[in-house]
């Protein structure tokens, strides 16, 4: 029987950040989808940094942040009391940033498949821009927001080098499946790292299986 | 009652500046004319506020921008409706929920079943876009719009892509918005058709700048060669009467400036009423004595005032005057050769076609 323990912290950190991800990548991958200005490019480089900036980059550069000397690290002490680096919220908030570009990128190119006409025929009809994403542009980019959920959940599961990082190896804090796997494979316990391993990749095909089929089916953001 | 329409813009476009200066009526349709670049369409998204112009001031009632107090009203606060070339129907919502979006943000209460019925959409409530025929889509933008109770309508090139059936089809309903609706409209076409068929007024565009303005009859002369685009056929217009018709053979006898030209048809219209005939400059032959035993029926005597022959081409076009009025045909520069045309020579044009568009 596999320690169920890093499994269940998984899946709670992937939701979390996928939550969180969705609040925050939304306005962005909307903005960036609307965006005529030049500083777009400078924003889009900056969100889709992390993929392929090395985890222990980020994972650095975050661990001088959290410190507790520092500004952020500091702050969160006061509010807490507890320390940024190796806790459960140190790696959420790693996580939101490392997935950043999972969940804006697929949103932005779905937004954008929607077109400025779509939106100005809209306008035309006296609908607010609030109203216009309500009503017209998110029901027609329902295929955007489940790819990008689904790929940013998929993505947090899969995360190593920066948890490792920020978050060391605390069972029931920070000690996630990718974790595990790597801490049995160095105390040779290859019986277990099969288990979580064999989880992850059944789990992380049927993703990319279910993303393409449902592709597949509905070519056309119609009806 | 809405308030006249105030323009006064200037905007930089690629290689062209739009500058109007200019107000437009508030009853009927006005429609801006003029070749594919002209600024036409640029027009209408300034006035929307879906493009902000470089400086000027647009005024209807309100004022909608003033470059120097800073006025920008964003186009979704702005009395319009707008309907565009290719409907931009809502691809998720049925027809029904199309013209519902419309209704339940209209700043006052508009009769749904009856604008269903006088667009005859009845049967298409509850299909979505993605199945509907060119012509039922215009049919349902244009009562989208109108549900959305503007106080001005802009329609940009709203029959393009039809053929001409369908364009014939879907003109009655344009004129109902006029009639019924009682709303204002500013077209968009480059359509000779179109423009004889619906317009009250005419703005001319060229290069971005107003050429000329005023109604459909002052312009009518201007409309010709010079300003149309390539895709419509080189062809000379004139306003006649009907004067006559005979019905065993379906022909109308039109009196143009004093000659008169048999048109093939039946017209409701009873005689001393106006038309509008369009003769394609490819559609008439050149003869030096007037004809005999030939089947065409109109042949129209008149003077050569010009003839410019474009030695890249096999044609010259020859413009020639009866009357007070001028008439232009292509023929080939050959046969301007072989019957030593020349300015001031007595020409019988014999005209193979005539169209007319009638004017309600």
């Known amino acids: 029987m596999p320690d169920l323990s890093p499994i269940l912290l998984s899946l709670k950190l992937a939701l979390l950040t996928s939550f969180v991800l969705l609040v925050i990548g939304l306005p962005i991958a909307y903005a960036l989808s609307i965006w005529k200005s030049k500083a777009k490019i400078f924003v889009e480089s900056l969100v889709s940094l992390p993929i392929i900036l090395p985890p222990t980059v980020i994972g650095f550069y975050l661990l001088i942040l959290f410190n507790p000397t520092s500004p952020i690290g500091s702050f969160w002490i006061n509010i807490t009391g507890e320390s940024l680096s190796f806790s459960f919220f140190g790696i959420v908030l790693a996580s939101v940033i490392y997935s950043l570009p999972f969940m804006v990128q697929p949103l932005q190119s779905a937004f954008e498949n929607v077109g400025f006409e779509i939106r100005e025929a809209a306008a035309s009809l006296r609908a607010s821009p609030l109203d216009v994403f309500i009503k017209i542009v998110a029901p027609l980019s329902k295929r955007g927001f489940l790819t990008a959920s689904i790929l940013t959940f998929a993505h947090t599961l899969g995360e190593f080098g920066i948890i490792l990082m920020v978050g060391g190896n605390i069972p029931g804090r920070t000690k996630v499946m990718s974790i595990a796997i790597y801490e049995h494979v160095e105390t040779l316990d290859y019986n277990q790292a099969h288990i979580l391993s064999g989880m992850l990749l059944v789990f992380s095909f049927c993703v990319l299986f279910l993303i393409y089929t449902f592709n597949r089916r509905h070519p056309l953001n119609v009806g | ?360």
């Open chain 2, 1 to 360: 009652m809405s308030d006249k329409l105030k323009i006064n813009i200037l905007k930089k476009l690629g290689r062209i500046t739009l500058n109007v200066n200019q107000t437009l009526p508030s009853k009927g349709i006005t429609v801006i004319f003029g070749p594919s670049g002209s600024g036409k369409t640029s027009i209408l998204k300034l006035l929307s506020g879906f493009m902000r112009p470089d400086s000027g001031i647009i005024q209807m009632n309100e004022l909608w921008y003033d470059s120097k107090n800073k006025v920008n009203v964003p186009a979704y606060k702005r009395p319009i409706g707008y309907m565009f070339q290719d409907g931009r129907l809502f691809p998720h919502l049925n027809v029904l929920q199309n013209l519902e979006f419309a209704k339940k943000r209209a700043s006052k209460a508009m009769p749904l079943d009856e604008i269903i019925s006088a667009f005859e959409l009845e049967s298409l409530l509850s299909e979505y876009p993605s199945v509907l025929s060119g012509g039922e889509t215009r049919r349902v933008a244009l009562a989208r719009t109108v549900l959305s109770a503007p106080e001005i309508l802009f329609l940009d090139e709203p029959l393009i892509g039809l053929d001409r059936a369908r364009k014939r089809s879907i003109i009655p309903f344009i004129e109902n918005l006029v009639k019924k609706f009682d709303i204002p409209c500013i077209y968009v076409t480059h359509d000779i058709e179109e423009v004889c068929r619906l317009a009250d007024h005419v703005m001319l565009l060229s290069s971005g700048r107003v050429k000329d303005f005023g109604s459909l009859d002052e312009i009518l002369p201007q409309l010709d060669v010079a300003t149309l685009d390539t895709d419509t056929k080189l062809s000379s217009l004139f306003s006649g009467m009907i004067i006559s018709q005979d019905k065993e053979f379906s022909m109308i006898n039109v009196d143009i400036g004093g000659a008169i030209i048999k048109v093939p048809g039946v017209s409701r219209r009873y005689s001393g009423k106006k038309i509008f005939i369009r003769i394609n400059a490819d559609d008439i032959s050149i003869a030096l004595v007037p004809p005999k035993k030939i089947s065409i029926q109109n042949c129209i005597e008149a003077m050569i005032v010009g003839i410019s022959v474009d030695v890249q081409s096999p044609y010259a076009l020859v413009k020639a005057r009866f009357s007070d009025l001028e008439i232009t045909a292509r023929i080939t520069r050959a046969g301007v050769k072989s019957l030593k045309l020349t300015e001031g020579k007595t020409i019988y044009m014999l005209i193979k076609s005539v169209s007319f568009d009638s004017h309600l």
